[in-house]
């Protein structure tokens, strides 16, 4: 059985599948910010939804990063990432640079977890 959680035309945030939890690509709350504050807004509506589809960072499976400029954006995105991710529990993770859907936005994130 499939799930689908906060569901519209174009897409569904949350998609729950045999215990595996797929979230739609999550950005900042404010594109108007350094790439430090966005990667955390970003990380913190990752964490929201996570633990509305009953899982936490602890489980996830994957994520898949895209940052506007890896010459400018990685090394203060991995800070970050590195701050959020618990010890011992890194995902599988991929990051590429990408256009953005806005010209503001300068790191998006899609992640995959398992549910508790």
């Not at 990380?43 to 898949?64: G, W, Y």
């Amino acid at each position: 059985m499939i799930e689908r959680q906060q569901t519209k035309q174009r897409m569904s945030r949350i998609v729950k599948h045999n215990g595996t939890i797929y979230l739609c690509g999550q950005v900042c709350a404010d594109a108007t910010k350094n790439i430090t504050e966005q990667t955390q807004t970003m990380l913190d509506k990752v964490d929201e939804l996570l633990l509305e589809a009953s899982s936490d960072r602890k489980h996830i499976l994957s994520a898949t990063i895209y940052v506007k400029s890896m010459a400018e954006h990685f090394a203060p995105m991995n800070a970050v990432w590195d701050a959020w991710i618990p010890e011992g529990y890194a995902p599988a993770r991929a990051c590429v640079e990408a256009s953005m859907a806005r010209e503001a936005l300068l790191v998006e994130i899609s992640v995959v977890a398992a549910e508790k």
